[in-house]
């Protein structure tokens, strides 16, 4: 969605029309399971992109993790236009290392965009990206049956904001984006 030729995670995009919601933000959690559900859910539950945008100043400390408990199906994380990460593998928890995107003290935009489209009764739909998020040259999804998960969009999990204030430090034990391999604490 370009706006005078920005896109939606530009810093200058105007926002002020939109709606404040809080998370998680289930984008169907008001119309699930009031219509019959075929094999790829609800035919008429809104299926596609959802653009969400918080300014926010990062703390003092030493290394930022942004920590998404859930979301349906892509999501694509931007932090002042310039994309930190994305993960296009359904509904599994995932987090992003914004140390090197932000300055502490100083406000940034995170720009979350997720995607729940699919390719049941759609013209168009999405894939997996091969290299680029949106490039779509990848495997078509494969969410299309009522026994996987109800047909939610959004965030549809709780976000949180982790500041570690040492070099040494506990990571998220979250493979996806942040690749943190070795001892597990519990």
């Given at each position: 969605n370009l706006q005078n030729g920005r896109p939606v995670y530009a810093p200058d995009y105007d926002d002020s029309a939109w709606e404040t919601v809080s998370v998680p933000h289930p984008v169907n959690a008001h119309d699930t399971y009031d219509n019959h559900a075929s094999d790829a859910g609800e035919a008429?539950?809104?299926?596609?992109?959802?653009?969400?945008?918080?300014?926010?100043?990062?703390?003092?400390?030493?290394?930022?993790?942004?920590?998404?408990?859930?979301i349906r199906q892509t999501q694509y994380v931007y932090v002042d236009g310039r994309l930190v990460g994305f993960y296009e593998a359904g509904t599994a928890p995932t987090g992003y290392d914004l140390t090197p995107f932000v300055t502490p003290g100083r406000p940034a935009l995170v720009?979350?965009?997720?995607?729940?489209?699919?390719?049941?009764?759609?013209?168009?739909?999405?894939?997996?990206?091969?290299?680029?998020?949106?490039?779509?040259?990848?495997?078509?999804?494969?969410?299309?049956?009522?026994?996987?998960?109800?047909?939610?969009?959004?965030?549809?999990?709780?976000?949180?904001?982790?500041?570690?204030?040492?070099?040494?430090?506990?990571?998220?034990?979250?493979?996806?984006?942040?690749?943190?391999?070795?001892?597990?604490?519990?």
């Open positions: 008429s539950m809104f299926r596609g992109w959802m653009a969400y945008r918080k300014r926010l100043t990062i703390p003092a400390g030493r290394h930022f993790f942004l920590e998404f408990e859930a720009c979350v965009l997720t995607d729940s489209s699919s390719g049941r009764g759609m013209k168009e739909y999405s894939a997996e990206s091969a290299d680029e998020p949106g490039d779509w040259k990848g495997t078509a999804y494969q969410w299309n049956g009522s026994d996987f998960n109800p047909v939610q969009g959004g965030l549809t999990g709780n976000v949180r904001l982790h500041v570690k204030a040492n070099d040494a430090y506990l990571t998220l034990p979250l493979w996806a984006n942040l690749k943190t391999t070795g001892v597990y604490v519990w």
